[in-house]
């Protein structure tokens, strides 16, 4: 990754705010405007759609304002179809191995099979801190603002027997997933808006554009600049003042992922209970705040900044040394006595908490 001056913060790192996960809706709004104060005028155009229960925004820079429209109309289509493979549909690939759990393998789309590999890599990797199999406990846990309930731990350990990322079986050949154990299910909700991200990159890419920055709910890819001579800048927000950042971070070609516990939440007795949940206990992950992952590949960075979250910083931040081409900012500690941790990579990076 290449670090330069910066112009942009990120929408997470500032006003964003999710729809329910499985909103699907078209809410186009193109916005085309020129850039002065470079040496040069800069065409921008921006447009927004509501995809993946989020706001889907990708801006491009210095194209011809038609062959960036198309590209963008391109890659929202693509984003489309991801959605549809991996959303909450009772078709999607996603329900239907769901409802096949413990009777028979699913054929699914090539893209899906990509995903569930990656979601068991980085279980691997975090020791199942990651686990697409959390789902069946979603049943338990409203987060998107509604009953506000917290579920007892003799709900939730009737539960946890149904988790287990090893018990998921793919076959790339066949383009099969199993899961092997009756009433598991999946959620791909802490990965499937990376690998969106990764498409948009690479159909934007395809289409010939050379400068864009694509904002999924704050989830970042940039590629080129903003303009000639200043990069895209990515901000970390603030996890506890809202509008606000902690620091910001120039990229010129790759993606900035943050997972944090202000995203879906709500209060109980005076306690957060938020939507990343540890795979071990069945509550809310207790040792972050938030987690910021750069990578060269947004799937990777969004599955690890769930899992690295759970993790905590300590051993968190231990995988991410290990880890070539990832970094990342982790938050945790109550907000008058934050602990900020910055990974050897990012050396020189100013916070300012
Ligand atoms: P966001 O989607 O808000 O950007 P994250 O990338 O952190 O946030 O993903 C959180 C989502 O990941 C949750 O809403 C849920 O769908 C899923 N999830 C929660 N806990 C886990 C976990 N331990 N492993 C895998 N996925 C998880
Ligand atoms: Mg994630």
Not at 107 to 136: C, M, N, Y
Not at 209 to 228: M, Q, T, V, W
Not at 327 to 346: N, Q, R, W, Y
Request: with cysteine; proline share 4%; charged share 25%.
């Amino acid at each position: 990754m290449n670090y330069q001056k910066c112009v942009l913060y990120n929408r997470k790192a500032a006003t964003c705010r999710r729809g329910s996960a499985a909103a699907i809706g078209t809410v186009p709004i193109v916005i085309i405007f020129l850039v002065f104060g470079c040496a040069r005028r800069n065409v921008i155009v921006k447009e927004s759609r509501l995809l993946l229960g989020t706001i889907c925004e990708i801006t491009v820079s210095g194209e011809e304002p038609a062959k960036a429209k198309e590209a963008i109309q391109k890659t929202f289509s693509a984003v489309e179809r991801l959605q549809r493979s991996c959303g909450y549909d009772r078709d999607s690939d996603v329900s239907r191995i769901n409802a096949s759990a413990g009777i028979h393998p699913v054929k699914v789309d090539t893209v899906v099979v990509e995903i569930i590999q990656e979601s068991l890599k980085t279980s691997r990797l975090t020791d199942g801190a990651f686990d697409v199999t959390f789902a069946p406990l979603k049943k338990l846990w409203d987060f998107s603002g509604g009953s506000g309930r917290v579920p007892s731990k003799k709900e939730v350990g009737k539960i946890l027997p149904l988790l287990g990322w090893r018990n998921i079986k793919v076959t790339s050949v066949g383009n099969e997933v199993f899961l092997a154990g009756k009433g598991m299910e999946i959620d791909l909700g802490g990965i499937a808006k990376g690998k969106a991200i990764d498409i948009a990159a690479e159909v934007l890419g395809s289409a010939g554009i050379k400068n864009a920055l694509i904002d999924f709910g704050g989830d970042i890819y940039a590629f080129g600049e903003r303009s000639p001579g200043s990069s895209w800048q990515v901000g970390i927000r603030h996890p506890r003042r809202k509008g606000e950042i902690i620091g910001r971070i120039p990229i010129k070609n790759g993606a900035v992922v943050t997972s944090g516990d202000y995203e879906r939440s709500f209060f109980k007795d005076g306690k957060r209970y938020h939507h990343i949940i540890d795979p071990r206990t069945g509550f809310p992950a207790q040792k972050s705040v938030s987690v910021t992952v750069l990578s060269g590949c947004a799937m990777t960075a969004d599955a690890l900044a769930t899992g690295i979250f759970v993790m905590g910083p300590d051993e968190g931040m231990s995988l991410v040394e290990k880890l070539p081409g990832v970094e990342a900012v982790i938050i945790s500690g109550p907000e008058d006595s934050p602990e900020i941790k910055i990974s050897s990579g990012l050396k020189g990076l100013k916070l300012e908490y």
